[in-house]
Structures are given as structure tokens and as C-alpha cells.
């Protein structure tokens, strides 16, 4: 009871311009919360003299079209033009000095961040802030964790600055903003619900501002008819990742592909969702490629569900700019695909790794093989059953896991040995490491020394996906490459800011250099072709790889 009418004295009178309406009290709200956001309460009145930093994110005065037009003509920009170019306006510079001066706030309390002159930081009393925002301020309590913060449920501009400045934290937003979250803080909803907030705070990303989004572009590969929709990416953000509302990607259609945007994909919708919720503000390309490649049915794959890699690699490989990263979430049982399509299509994989591009694909939802595992070479035996492009030395297979603490795996993650390609060099330690406890267990069902996979995995379960409007819940190891991919559209981002070249083909860093860049999966298997398939293990096993991506680690290893 008391703290209800607390809360009504508190906010009841939030935003609303003083009687002498000067240029730094004419308030517009930016933004306010109908009701205390969930998971958190109000504890008490904000003490006036407690002081914090107020970080003020200015917009920028640059337009991404302009840097796509330098790129087309494979011009590129400097590190000090680039710089220039997503400094703020000098005169949004300006007026955001003038009001941080009539505040009180001098030149020299400013603290510009460093690697973009974007935020502004300036340490304040409560009073401080409550008079620049028109606001007041209290303290919440968190209570599943206890954790206090001081946080508004509204705050305004001076009008004048709603132009100038696009945020000011913190205000109203509650969730864990500092970055360094380890797995503990990755709140338990996640154990049944992914949400991009579930998987920047279990990769730690969520910490990470990127800074080169000018010069870095995500891809994502869409076959079969399946579309991303423009729609439902918008109603996603606005739930799930409000930052990024309005953020918007480019399709482009390879070989007849279309783009309904009356047929929203699920398939489509989660990897674009899931890329971009982590990978935001970086720059998305949607493929929609039409065509069938060749094929060759088994028991598990009896008509043509096959994707034509051939026409888009050919296509991918012709253009002047290609993404740092990208991924696909679509594979076949290897038998399937003809081995002299595969060979070709994998060593163009190569190529793409080669011009600085990392390649992800899922390694598939059906353990170690999915239906009878029969082969199609009409002897009919039951062998594990590899999936390509997973198999494929070239590429970056992601597994599956699920839960949070600890993440262990998620059964139907693919992983095996291909029957086609055999094990690169990078990874014979390991992958000769894990056979070694395996002994003569499944002798006969793989191929010993094939390339092993995955190579790494992420989680894989219970994605709130929107779809149609709606959001469903969505597995497989598909959503599993795509929240990869935005993990590594970071590292790249990373990278070029600091003036190093992309990551492109980078197996061999991973099973190397970056091995201790990513968290161990140690339970749980990937049952199949009637057996329970292979146990994950410490180090790398195939059903995880090596293990879950940690982005601040990979950060300093990279
Ligand atoms: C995104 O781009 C598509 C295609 O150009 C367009 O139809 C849609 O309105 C855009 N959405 C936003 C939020 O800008
Ligand atoms: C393999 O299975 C197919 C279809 O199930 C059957 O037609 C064929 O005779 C079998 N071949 C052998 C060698 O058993
Ligand atoms: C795989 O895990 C799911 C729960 O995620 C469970 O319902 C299912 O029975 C498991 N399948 C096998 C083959 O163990």
C-alpha cells in the first residue's frame, strides 16, 4: 500500500515543463514505462547526492548509403575519414554542451569515449539528472537476483535536443547493462525461452558497442522458397530488442529467387531475427536463391529438398563486396548430394573463406543421422548418416546446446565424420584426442578419418521467433548458426576497428589460438541410426566441438 502511493507521488508529475518554460525546460518525453518493467520493484526514493554516469549517445552524422556508394567503388575509406564520419554534427556537439553547461557540467567533466566521439559520459548527482531530464528518479530492486538500480519510469528532452541526442542511459532502460555478465547472470527464463538478451549475456556481447558497422556487413543464405519478412522483423526488435527498431536488412534475389512478403519463413525469419539481434547495427543481406541443385534420394530424404549452393556461390564470388560473415541454416544427408557437386561447392567454400569471409552452416537436427541411416548405394547397410555443407573442411559447423547453467547439449545436434571429405590438418589433434577415449565404440558406423564436425555450436532451443505476427518457439541447430554469425560479425566488427583485416576462413584459429575462447560443453549426446550416439566430452567431441562461443575471450585471442 505504501509503496503504491510512493510510486504515485513519485511519477505523477514526470515531464511536464516549468512554469518559465526556458530553452532547457521545455521537455518532450523520450521515453516512459506504463508500468515498472517486469522482474523489478520499487524500493525507495533515489537519494539526491548519490552520483553516477550519465551516458548520452549522440546521433551521428552520417548516412550508411553514402559509405555502400564508396564501396561499390571499391574505394575505402581511412580510419580518420571513417571517424569523420560518424562523429556527430558539430552542432549537435554544440547545443548538448551549451545544455550540459547550463547544468553546471563543465568542458572538462566530459568524458568522450574513446574509438568514436558518438557517446558522451558526464558524472552526475540525482538532482543533477532529475533537472536535465525533467524526471525523477528512484531505486529498484530486482527480486529474483537482489541486484538495486536507480532508474526513471519516463524521462523528457529539452525540445530543442530530440534531434541531437538519440538516448540517455541510464534512464529507463532496466535489464543488466553492464557487460562481463558470466553465466550466472543469464537469467533463468532462458532455460525455456532464447531471447537476444538471453544469448548477448550468455556470449557476452551484450557489453560490446560496435564501431565499424560502415565497413561490416552480415549475410544470410535463404533457399526453398523460404522469405525473412520485413514486418516481423520490426514487431521482433520492438519485443525483443528495442534498440534496433527500425534497423532493416537488403534482399537480394540469386537465380530466380523471390521474396514474398506474404509468405513470412520461419526459417528465413529465425536467422535473420537471431543475427541481427546480436549483431545490430551491422549491416544485413538477405539471399532468396531459387533452383534445385542435382540430387540423389535415401530412405531420409526421398524428393528433392536439396539447396542449389552451386548458383549462389557462383554468384556471392562475382560481387565486389562480400559479407564478412554468413550464414546458412540448411543441410542434406551428404549421400544425397552427388560427391563431384559437393567437391566443387565445398572448394568454393574455400575460396570464400580465402577473400575474408566466414562461413557458417548448421550441422543438422538428427544427432549422428536421422530416419533408418540406410545408404543409397544399394547395399542398404545402416551407417551414420554426415550432413553436408557441414561436412565440408571449408565451412564452420555449428552444433546445438540447450539450457543455461551449465549449457549442455541439445540431442538432436548433428556431428560426425563425413564420408566424403577427409580430416584437415587443423583439427587432427583434437578430433584424434576424442577417439582416443571413444575406443572401438561405433566401429564401422563413421568414417574415422573423416572431417569431423561441428566445430563449435551455440544454443538451439525454445527461440522466440516471430512469425506471421506472432511468436513462436522455434529449435534446431538453424538457430544455432545464425546467433554464431552475429558473435563473429562482433569479432569482425572488433577487428576493423582496429584496423585489422576480417577473419575470413578461421577453423584454424579456432582449433588453436581461439580454443580457450569458447566454453566447454561436457554433457549430454546425439542419439541416432539406434544408438545414443556420440557423448560430449571436455575439449572438442562431435556433438559441441570445441564449445560455445565466449566473445570477450575470443576478443583477446582473435
Ligand atoms: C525495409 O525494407 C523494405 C524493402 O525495401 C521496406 O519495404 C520496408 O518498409 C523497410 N522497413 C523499414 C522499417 O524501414
Ligand atoms: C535395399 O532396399 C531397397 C528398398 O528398400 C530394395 O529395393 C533393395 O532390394 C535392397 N537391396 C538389398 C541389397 O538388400
Ligand atoms: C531429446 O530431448 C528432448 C527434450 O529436449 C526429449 O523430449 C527427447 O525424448 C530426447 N530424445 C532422445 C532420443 O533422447
Redesign the pocket.
Known sequence: MLWCSAFILLFAHIVIASPVAGRWDDFVEKHSWVEIPKGWELYSEAPSSYTFDLRIGLKQGWSLSYFRGFDRYGQHLSKEEAEEFVRPRPESAEAVEAWLKAHGIAADDVVHRTGGADWITVRVSVAQAERMLGTKYAVFYHTKSGEMAVRTMSYGLPRELHSHINLVAPTTYFSNEEPAASDSDTPSSCDSKITPDCLRTLYNTEGYAPRAAHKNTLGIAGYLEDYANHADLQAFYKQFRPDATGFNYSTVRVNGGLDDQTKPGVESNLDVQYSTGISFPTPTTFWSTGGSPPFKPDTHTPTNTNEPYLEWLNFVLGQKEIPSVISTSYGDDEQTVPRDYATEVCNLFAQLGSTGTTVFFSSGDFGVGGGDCKTNDGTNQTLFQPMFPASCPFVTAVGGT?KTNPEVV???SGGGFSRYFSSPGYQRTAVKKYLGTLGNTYAGLFAKGGRAYPDVSAQS?NFQVVAGGKVISVAGTSASSPTVAGVFALLNDYRISEGKPKLGFVNPLLYSTAASGFNDITSGSN?GCGTSGFAARPGWDPVTGLGTPDFSKLKDLV
Open positions: 540447450t541439445a540431442n538432436l532451443m542419439p
